[in-house]
């Protein structure tokens, strides 16, 4: 098995670099022939890394710990769940994962531009096969996933607790299909100025793509935040790691690049800074990419330092020399078709929109960057906290959400001040009345969390109202009933409203963030039995004691439970119970651990309560007080290592059994004192239904129009026509 | 005023902008940032009231708890050095001895103290140097 996979995935670096080949050969010497072939390439690459990929996840469904990555990452008790998306929890099985999704796209942006672009289509298939080669060249000379170990050893040593989680799981793959994405528009970029043909198309060819990118990479971090908040018992969901960092950088540049190719495809306005744009989210990703394996930055993720370091810093300085020097050498071409006529116009919005975006990608940049900058300036390395980002990032975004109000309704080339005023009288008295009704309930006190709720309110304003005056003339024009017009509305202009509804998402989402930062109360206390305290905004919370049990699966203790048991209520009214807990698995792969300490020398992880609502969340973690249970299980590992060799096993294992069982009841019967981290944080739903609403916003647009297919229907027949017509002529002359 | 005048303007007053919002940046960053340490270095030198961002193991053995407290000595990755760390606040899943944590520190007498919340173990979980186990 380990030598199939070996062989698929020396076999697509092969492929790769003969696409390389050919797609240049081809393109220079003008052979179609030789395109086509490399184009098959492509597609050949793509079965043979999905026949390498199912060749790794086998080998963890099977059990087969005679792979290093398997008896690293995988148990025989590792739910199958896990152990199918343990394969991208390693360093080679993840590289693997990035090969296989880049190798899909590039198969189906290729085959979807096959009778488009033929002069572009060669260079983006060597830059994409490029990245291939890249990929696979680590995967066969640097690490394999397919690694043997001398002696298979009967289990292994299992997936993380932490990473027991279904976001967890679904947030690598989520990811690495943004990464990947961003290299079509990169590839047809590069493809673009090397032929000189800097027109729309490009953009409009991989359009799509550029969405999907920009949606995976959303859910990506979404789901990454959601576990933060939801799985590490710290009741964060953002805290400016330089591994959340990294995939924010492209993603904000790539939201840049989303809109301002809109002012090319209406103007033809902004090509350089297109160009520029979509060459930078490519390289950040690479660079997201390169920055969780390097081990350069201090980060959360104790991503160690690898042998990888060195080649993936030669692919950024070979992708930022070239897209240098192709934007400096192609700028004759690159020039814009018209000038800004007016900062009052929807194309300044959008530059402005751009410059907020950029702004803060680098903010983000020079901050996830800054031990190195420092360390190189001054000779120490010092690095950047949490209020520094928000100092930058809190202002650039009120500028982000007020720009996303307007941009969309101010008119093109010049608006007037009638225009003004008919798009944003409403909208302002949104805001405005916000401002009012917000003032009396304290909010006054939080003047930047008081301007998003303000902000917010106008651009949801605007936003409402393109969609009332929409569904009103849909009504006017054809007498539909406002749900049906409402609906035809979305589906007859799905960009338009997709992007209505991605703005409307942004700014709940803002809101969250907004107030569950500005208002949150955090209490970290120590409780004994039947005692209770002031968490914030009149709850209150009673410990009224201590729960355990164990949790077991066919093939043995998963994990011992130990928890407790909180009443909250507010004016002496019960609001919820809630049940923390923290889950100790036993140590994998530790001959020598004591037999029962075994089960507390493991991983352990907090499993929070929360009472989630619209308005506010009421969020638990407890830290038991194991201290007295360990000096017991101190005393038990002597028992047991006296007893062993004089008891049968099947004694050994009952009584074994029995001692587990009396220490977790006797650790609910003695009631000892426990440590709670308590948060009572307001709209943090609003964050997730916010960012729901972004992608929605985001397929909507991403989604096929009627129009489309209309269009290339008649396109298609008006060529037919045309042919017709040519054939016609000379019978006639 | 001519456009393309008019233009030239806009564009100055937007790159000088720039420059001063990158100025402000670039200043901020050195005057808000926490030096980043070892334990050994924080032994060889480390001035009192000046706030440090720590960075090494957790040593086995050497962690108390007291009611919400934990002492314990960080050491460095490579090495035996080590510093005694008095810290209130959360902890994440994962802190235990032998792990590596990131604490942001402030120098008392002989003591570093870590600043509230500030504590975060490094997740274990991914893309870990390459185990010691030989493959073949």
Redesign the interface.
């Known amino acids: 098995m380990a030598d199939l996979g070996r062989g698929l995935t020396f076999l697509a670096f092969a492929v790769a670099l003969y696409g390389i080949g050919a797609a240049l050969y081809g393109a220079i010497a003008g052979r179609r022939e030789w395109v086509t072939s490399a184009r098959r390439a492509v597609y050949t690459l793509a079965a043979l890394t999905t026949g390498a990929f199912l060749v790794l996840e086998l080998a963890f469904l099977r059990n087969d710990f005679s792979l290093a990555v398997v008896q690293s990452h995988s148990s025989i008790t590792t739910p199958t769940f896990y152990k199918a998306a343990a394969a991208w929890s390693s360093q080679e099985g993840s590289l693997l994962l990035w090969l296989w999704l880049l190798s899909v796209w590039s198969s189906l942006v290729i085959f979807l531009t096959r009778h488009r672009m033929r002069d572009v289509q060669p260079y983006a298939i060597a830059v994409l096969l490029g990245f291939a080669a890249f990929f696979g060249g680590l995967l066969v000379f640097a690490v394999s996933p397919f690694d043997t170990l001398p002696i298979a050893p009967q289990d292994g040593t299992g997936l993380n607790p932490l990473l027991r989680h279904p976001s967890m799981m679904i947030h690598p793959p989520m990811l690495y299909s943004g990464y990947t994405l961003w290299a079509v528009p990169f590839a047809f970029a590069v493809g673009a100025l090397i032929v000189r043909r800097v027109d729309a198309e490009w953009i409009a060819a991989t359009r799509r793509f550029s969405l999907g990118a920009w949606i995976f990479l959303g859910v990506g971090i979404l789901l990454g935040a959601r576990w933060s908040y939801a799985e590490l018992g710290w009741g964060g969901y953002w805290a400016w790691d330089p591994v959340e960092n990294a995939s924010l950088l492209p993603w904000l540049t790539g939201t840049a690049f989303l809109h301002s190719i809109m002012v090319q495809e209406k103007r033809g306005m902004l090509k350089t800074w297109n160009a520029s744009l979509i060459l930078a989210t490519g390289t950040l990703a690479i660079l997201g990419t390169f920055l969780v394996r390097s081990g350069i930055l201090d980060s959360i993720h104790a991503f160690g330092a690898s042998t990888l370091g060195i080649p993936f810093v030669i692919l950024i300085g070979v992708m930022i020399a070239g897209s240098v020097a192709l934007v400096v050498s192609r700028r004759d071409v690159l020039r814009t078709e018209h000038k800004l006529d007016s900062l009052l116009s929807r194309e300044a919005m959008f530059l402005a929109n751009n410059l907020v975006l950029v702004g803060m990608a680098f903010v983000v940049f020079w901050g996830t960057f800054f031990p190195l900058i420092s360390e190189a300036l001054t000779g120490n390395k010092q690095s950047l906290g949490p209020p520094w980002y928000d100092k930058y990032v809190v202002p650039l975004a009120l500028a982000l959400i007020l720009l996303s109000g307007i941009g969309p309704v101010i008119a093109w080339r010049r608006a007037t001040p009638k225009n003004a005023r008919r798009n944003f009288l409403w909208p302002i008295t949104a805001g405005v009345a916000t401002t009012i009704v917000l003032i009396p309930f304290g909010v006054a006190g939080r003047p930047l969390a008081l301007a998003m709720f303000a902000f917010a309110a106008f651009a949801v304003g605007t936003i409402v109202q393109e969609f009332v005056r929409g569904v009103r003339a849909r009504k006017a024009m054809t007498g539909e009933r406002a749900p049906l017009a409402f609906l035809t509305l979305i589906r007859r202009n799905r960009r338009r409203y997709g992007g209505y509804t991605v703005h409307f998402g942004m700014a709940v989402l803002f809101v969250g963030v907004a107030a569950s930062s500005a208002f949150q109360h955090v209490h970290t206390v120590q409780l004994k039995k039947g005692q209770s305290t002031e968490i914030g905004r009149g709850y209150t919370a009673r410990y009224d004691g201590p729960t355990s049990r164990i949790d077991v699966t066919s093939d043995g203790v998963e994990r011992l439970v130990f928890g407790a048991k909180l009443t909250v209520s507010k004016d002496d009214k019960k609001v919820a119970v809630l049940r923390p807990e923290r889950g100790y698995y036993p140590i994998e792969g530790a001959p020598f651990a004591g037999a029962v300490g075994r089960y507390f020398d493991g991983e352990s992880t907090s499993e929070i309560a929360m009472k989630a609502g619209l308005g506010l969340d009421i969020w638990s973690a407890v830290t038991p007080d194991l201290d007295p249970t360990l000096a017991i299980v101190k005393k038990g590992d002597t028992v047991f290592k006296q007893a062993s060799g004089k008891l049968s096993a099947q004694d050994y294992s009952t009584a074994l059994g029995t001692t587990i069982r009396s220490l977790t009841d006797n650790y609910a019967k003695s009631a000892p004192p426990a440590t709670f981290r308590l948060i009572v944080s307001p709209m943090v739903a609003w964050i997730w239904l916010g960012a729901l609403l972004v992608f929605l916003g985001g397929l909507i647009c991403i989604w096929p129009t009627a129009d489309l297919a209309h269009r290339r229907a008649t396109a298609g027949y008006a060529a037919r026509v045309a042919r017709e017509l040519g054939r016609a002529r000379p019978e006639r002359a | 005023m001519d ?1 393309a005048r008019k ?1 030239r303007v ?1 564009l100055v007053v937007a790159l000088s902008a720039a420059v001063v ?2 100025a402000a ?2 200043y ?3 005057s ?5 340490r070892s334990p050994s270095q924080l032994l060889a030198s480390a001035d009192p009231g000046r706030t440090y ?1 720590l ?1 090494g193991k957790v040593v086995n053995g050497s962690i108390e ?1 007291h ?2 407290t934990y002492e314990f000595r960080v050491r460095d990755r490579d090495g035996t050095a080590s510093v005694p760390i008095r810290y ?7 802190f ?1 001895a032998g792990r ?1 944590v ?1 604490v ?1 520190v402030k120098r008392q007498g002989t003591t570093f103290v870590g600043e509230k ?1 500030s504590l ?12 010691k ?4």
Do not use: M, N, W, Y
């Open positions: 456009p233009r806009r919002l990158a940046l670039v901020t960053s050195f808000a940032s926490s030096e980043a961002q960075t708890k009611g919400t209130t606040g959360s902890v994440a899943d994962t235990r590596e990131i942001t919340d975060v173990t490094k997740c274990p979980s991914k893309f870990q140097e390459q185990s186990t030989q493959k073949t």
